[in-house]
């Protein structure tokens, strides 16, 4: 089961800062915050991750509680090209040695013009 | 410098039949990850695989999912005897190394008729 709970829809308008939250309530202390967004039915594009500080590229912006507990993913400038599903992840390690993303339902992105 | 490459990019199968799946990852990327969409639905891990070795297979039904990375070639990710039931949009992912944002495929669409 997934271990983020995101809003399942949200709107913005073009050229504004779009600002998308994740709730991670159970994420543990060694677990990284993914994000990654699929625009229609193609393959999810990566984004942007972080474990503890806020971290910055040249996508997004990730805000990052000091209790890790909840994130926020900002577009700074949306523009129509950023409708999208987005989804928050926490990855998951396996005693094994695996690691995996387990992907919720993500929030609809949507840019207005 | 090709990203991760799918195909088919769409399968159409008749129940019972086989369907084999190819990813061929990014240069330089040694992980394998694959992933099944159910329409409307985020995506859902089946198996990680490493060249040669299958790291985490959680995420495969029991009987008739099978993958493989082979030394040399594209990871495979074979059906046998499909049902409807498997009708989905299946993405490949690769990285590098763990703790890597993950780059996705295309996809391969499979239907089940």
């Known amino acids: 089961d997934a271990k983020t709970t995101q809003p399942p829809s949200m709107d913005c308008a073009e050229g504004r800062a779009a600002n998308l939250p994740c709730n991670h309530s159970?994420?543990?202390?060694?677990?990284?915050v993914y994000w990654y967004r699929q625009i229609h039915s193609q393959g999810p594009q990566y984004i942007i991750h972080?474990?503890?500080n806020n971290e910055t590229n040249e996508m997004a912006s990730l805000i990052i509680t000091e209790d890790r507990k909840s994130s926020t993913l900002i577009l700074p400038h949306a523009t129509l090209r950023d409708t999208a599903v987005y989804y928050c992840?926490?990855?998951?390690?396996?005693?094994?040695?695996?690691?995996?993303?387990?992907f919720g339902k993500g929030t609809k992105l949507t840019v207005n013009p | 410098n090709a990203g991760v490459m799918q195909n088919p990019r769409h399968l159409v199968r008749r129940r019972g039949q086989e369907a084999r799946l190819r990813c061929s990852p990014m240069?330089?990327?040694?992980?394998v990850y694959w992933y099944r969409q159910l329409p409307e639905e985020g995506l859902k891990f089946m198996v990680y695989?490493?060249?040669?070795?299958?790291?985490?297979e959680s995420g495969m039904p029991k009987e008739r999912f099978s993958a493989e990375f082979p030394k040399e070639g594209p990871s495979i990710l074979r059906i046998q005897q499909v049902v409807r039931g498997d009708s989905a949009a299946y993405f490949c992912?690769?990285?590098?190394?763990?703790?890597?944002?993950?780059?996705f495929g295309s996809g391969t669409r499979l239907t089940v008729v």
């Open positions: 992912a690769s990285s590098p190394r763990v703790n890597y944002g993950y780059t």
């Open positions: 159970t994420i543990s202390g060694n677990e990284y």
């Open positions: 972080g474990l503890k």
């Open positions: 992840i926490v990855r998951i390690l396996t005693q094994g040695g695996s690691e995996k993303l387990v």
């Open positions: 240069k330089g990327h040694s992980h």
């Open positions: 695989l490493q060249k040669e070795n299958i790291i985490d």
